[in-house]
């Protein structure tokens, strides 16, 4: 199959890169010519592991182009993937579609034959329609379908998401595009990833209530996690008694300073505007959002209890900076509002992540960059830890205490034991351990 993907981002790049692993002869496109250049020079300019590897393999075959011409790319495509971004809009919190919109029109102008236009971007439920509408206007003799096939990539593991999905959703009613859907997840479906075909307006929001259901998990965890600090009961084994229930599950239930990155919030948002539209407000959708916004703040106030209050003209170090492990994304991280909190307490504040130091400098001030774990434990009266890297599990906690004014832990992924801190002399504090 001939695919063109419009949007070389996150999305596009990965989608891009297994399409043609899988035999796929895959055009990726792109506006930014920098970005295009890059990728022709075998640069992948985002940080998800596997991925330069996959990309190189398959440019090298031949079955992987980088272009600016979307023209040519759609012209000779079997499937159009739109994979733009869908920003938040400012001011209202609804998904920003001007740019699906415009690649719809300039596909509009390029199909040629039967061409499957694919929704791959996070879009409101009836966007599907809206591309229908915009394609057909400008050219109603073409011969399309417009499909709403979502993604459920985690960064940090979106190679190992794309090719061992859950599930496949495609929704569409026609059947020539779901002959062409099947075809392109063939080697998918052969290892027995299921497909499921439904409607273009359920597809899409599947995609929006499974991301919402996954941040309402992970927000109920975090007010059980309050509970449990006050109550004197432990969250993680809370979570382990009720995830071994198989109707509740054991994942998306561990307690932490808050969901970020560039879906949920995003996406949570946006459902609960596109509910407020349809006269059906998501209750609980608008809970988790004020819930997990607040949290991010709390989490400084929880570093100064660590200091009994005094955290004014005190050093505090932050251990890892991005939304989490295995990506270099910033967007939404806990870190920045904490690290801006701790700020207004007045206290100073070094840093080390070990991938996202750069991307960070966008959304941080006055910070002070270090190498590692000890440089940035240097004169510290706190260590907290933010996003559990794995480099993190295996801190040297006698180095950190001879680097340290005092020895303070304050780990917000729970990824040490309260004893074994204790053992090393330090004072710790974890998110729901009472
Ligand atoms: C998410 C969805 O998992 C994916 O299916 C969708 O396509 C895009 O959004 P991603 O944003 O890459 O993926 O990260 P994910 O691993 O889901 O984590 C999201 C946030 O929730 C992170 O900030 C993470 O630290 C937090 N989280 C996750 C928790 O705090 N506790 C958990 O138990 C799980």
Redesign the pocket.
């Known amino acids: 199959m001939r695919v063109a993907m419009i949007g070389s981002g996150y999305v596009g790049l990965v989608s891009g890169a297994c399409f043609a692993d899988f035999g796929h002869e895959v055009t990726c496109v792109d506006k930014d010519k920098s970005k295009i250049d890059a990728l022709n020079n075998g640069q992948v300019p985002i940080y998800e592991p596997g991925l330069t590897e996959l990309v190189a393999a398959n440019a090298k075959a031949g079955r992987l182009k980088f272009t600016l011409d979307l023209a040519a790319a759609v012209k000779q495509a079997d499937a159009v993937f739109i994979a733009v971004g869908t920003p938040s809009r400012r001011g209202d919190g609804h998904a920003d579609l001007s740019f699906v919109y415009d690649a719809a029109k300039e596909i509009a102008v390029a199909v040629d034959g039967f061409t499957v236009v694919v929704t791959k971007s996070t879009v409101p439920v009836g966007t599907g329609d809206e591309v229908e509408r915009i394609i057909r206007e400008a050219r109603p003799d073409a011969a399309f379908a417009v499909v709403s096939n979502p993604?459920?990539?985690?960064?940090?593991?979106a190679i190992q998401?794309f090719k061992h999905p859950d599930r496949i959703v495609v929704g569409s009613d026609d059947d020539k595009a779901r002959e062409v859907m099947t075809e392109l997840y063939r080697p998918l479906y052969l290892n027995r990833s299921p497909i499921m075909f439904t409607g273009r307006r359920t597809a899409e929001l599947i995609?929006y209530a499974?991301?919402a259901f996954?941040?309402t998990?992970?927000t109920f965890?975090?007010e059980i996690a309050d509970l449990a600090e006050k109550a004197g009961a432990d969250v993680q084994e809370i979570a382990r008694g009720i995830g071994l229930d198989n109707r509740i599950g054991s994942?998306?239930?561990?307690?932490?300073?808050?969901?970020?990155?560039?879906?949920?919030p995003k996406?949570t948002l946006a459902l609960l505007k596109t509910g407020q539209d349809h006269e059906t407000p998501l209750r609980i959708v608008e809970a988790v959002v004020a819930v997990n916004d607040a949290r991010k703040r709390a989490m400084a106030r929880k570093v100064s209890h660590a200091l009994n209050g005094d955290i004014r003209g005190k050093t505090v170090a932050v251990l890892g900076l991005t939304?989490?492990p295995n990506?270099d994304d910033m967007r939404e991280?806990?870190s920045i509002p904490l690290i801006a909190a701790l700020q207004d307490m007045g206290a100073q504040v070094r840093a080390y992540d070990p991938v996202g130091m750069e991307q960070s400098r966008e959304f941080l001030k006055n910070v002070t960059y270090c190498k590692d774990a000890y440089e940035c434990a240097q004169g510290a009266s706190a260590l907290v830890i933010v996003t559990e890297w794995e480099q993190f599990r295996a801190l040297d906690f006698a180095r950190l205490k001879g680097a340290m004014v005092k020895p303070v832990l304050v780990d917000l992924r729970n990824i040490y034991r309260p004893d074994e801190l204790a053992r090393h002399g330090f004072a710790y504090e974890g998110v729901g351990r009472g």
């Open positions: 993604e459920f990539l985690r960064e940090g593991a998401d995609k499974a991301n996954l941040a998990k992970i965890i975090n994942k998306f239930l561990h307690a932490g300073p808050g969901y970020g990155g560039s879906c949920f996406d939304f989490k990506t991280a806990p």
